[in-house]
């Protein structure tokens, strides 16, 4: 009987054990569960890859890169990839096509030639990765244009010139690279406005293709061939520059126009020897890209134009917008 009774125990024990371990496992389960779904949650790829490609990152666009880089600091889980192309064509489609191998979300281009930029639109429509488009517009396949309007530009700039010269005078126009859209449409407006004042002509039409020393080199050509100049309108604030520091090494001094406003630009317009100068936001052009691209990948809806205007800048404000650069 006592034999009987101590297996009856014996048997209870066992199944007592058995019970709390079925217990402890499901307590584990249910602990588990959670951890699982979290882990599948974390592991979940929230990060936006944005690759950038830019004709350069000299002047003006360094200002662009800047905005971009901008963005990215404020919104972690945007991760821009900023390379330049250094105005090759080739160089620029290789970088598009490195982005898609490494599994960016979207493209930001800054064309180097816009009327090249069909293989790379081509690549990103087969990968069905979003295009944009910053600065430069161009013809072929993309879901977004950041940028502004380059004719207001050069409208405003030219208008202003007519003003200081009494609607008078001789003018010679300094282009950027001529296969640019911002060239073409700055050039465009400035020989309209000049149409609408017959007393200016145009005397005198090249290429600085954007840079100081070239827009110099052309300036100092044009001063040597003595041709009477009252005027340089140039399609960026560079070029101008050029233009200002031949015309003071010959001992001249005319009205120089340029665009960009950028900080070197502002602070020869303080200086008075740049007459006036039209403000291009590069940084918000860039910023405001990373941002369409965020949108995009986010599924929000975005406009095809992202307009980012353009503002004429007397000597007067000089100051006002240097402070934009502190």
Request: charged share 25%; aromatic share 6%.
């Amino acid at each position: 009987m006592k034999l009987e009774k101590r297996s009856r125990i014996l048997s209870m024990g066992i199944i007592l054990v058995m019970f709390l371990s079925l217990l402890a496992g499901c307590s584990q389960k249910q602990d588990a569960a959670p951890a699982k779904d979290q882990g599948a949650a974390g592991n979940a790829d929230k990060t936006i890859l944005v690759g950038v490609t830019m004709e350069s990152l000299e002047g003006f666009l360094a200002y662009v890169g800047d905005g971009m880089n901008a963005y990215s600091k404020e919104h972690p889980n945007v991760k821009v990839t900023v390379q330049n192309a250094n105005h090759d064509v080739a160089t620029q489609i290789k970088q598009v096509e490195s982005f898609i191998n490494q599994g960016v979300k979207t493209i930001v281009v800054k064309a180097v030639d816009k009327d090249a930029t069909g293989p790379i639109t081509d690549m990103c429509k087969k990968a069905g990765i979003k295009l944009i488009a910053v600065n430069v517009d161009f013809s072929s396949a993309k879901d977004v244009y950041v940028g502004s309007d380059h004719k207001y530009s050069g409208q405003i700039e030219t208008e202003y010139v007519a003003k200081l010269l009494n609607g008078k005078g001789n003018v010679a126009i300094l282009m950027g690279d001529p296969s640019h859209d911002a060239a073409q449409a700055r050039t465009s407006a400035a020989k309209e406005v000049i149409a609408k004042n017959p007393g200016m002509k145009v005397v005198a039409e090249q290429t600085g293709m954007w840079n100081r020393d070239k827009g110099m080199a052309v300036a100092e050509n044009w001063i040597q061939s003595g041709k009477q100049i009252d005027a340089v309108i140039a399609n960026n604030d560079e070029m101008a520059i050029g233009a200002i520091l031949a015309y003071k090494a010959a001992g001249k001094k005319i009205v120089i126009a340029g665009i960009d406003a950028t900080k070197d630009g502002l602070d020869f317009l303080k200086q008075g020897l740049l007459s006036v100068t039209v403000f291009q936001d590069g940084y918000n052009q860039g910023y405001k890209a990373i941002e369409a691209a965020d949108k995009l990948v986010s599924g929000q809806t975005v406009p095809s134009y992202v307009d980012v205007p353009y503002q004429l800048v007397e000597p007067a404000k000089a100051d006002e917008y240097l402070a934009k650069y502190k």
